[in-house]
């Protein structure tokens, strides 16, 4: 699995601006702290850690919406009505930033999956047109 590494506020900076947003702090802080994550994190759980920054939790939502529409971050949801954010690596969604995640049907827990590759058959995909997500769920090895 690669390692994963936190991008400077610099980088944060450029890469914001880069998606068209004017880079706030508030932007900044939530795309750098969501770089470092090791798993994709709700809107409660990147307000209270950046909480401490003075940065209240509307502001952090709008800036993680804002990230997400711009194609910075990726949002989804595993079934329990609370989105998830995470840092999209790559330059594009076309290059594979995108990666199945696995949900502990015990605790919660969600984890990436970025060493797991999923191939349909060609027989298969004439049930639908566009996959845009795929999400296992079974126990985590704390709960299994």
């Known amino acids: ?3 994963i590494t936190e991008i400077t506020m610099s980088e944060a900076r450029e890469l914001v601006r880069g998606a068209g947003l004017r880079g706030t702090s508030c932007r900044l802080s939530v795309l750098q702290y969501l770089s470092a994550a090791t798993t994709p994190l709700s809107h409660a759980e990147v307000a209270e850690e950046l909480d401490s920054h003075g940065y209240d939790k ?4 709008r800036s993680l919406v804002e990230l997400a529409e711009a194609g910075l971050l990726s949002r989804f949801d595993v079934g329990d009505h609370t989105w998830r954010f995470e ?32 191939k349909l058959k060609a027989s298969n995909k004439k049930s639908y047109s566009d996959i845009t997500e795929v999400l296992l769920k079974g126990h985590c090895r704390e709960c299994g």
Do not use: N, Q
Not at 58 to 61: A, E, H, K, L, R
Not at 92 to 118: A, N, Q, R, Y
């Open 1 to 3: 699995m690669a390692k």
């Open 58 to 61: 509307s502001t952090i939502y």
């Open 87 to 118: 840092f999209r690596r790559g330059e594009s969604h076309e290059e594979g930033t995108e990666h199945p995640h696995f949900m502990c049907i015990t605790c919660g827990k969600v984890t990436c999956l970025d060493d797991v590759d999923i």
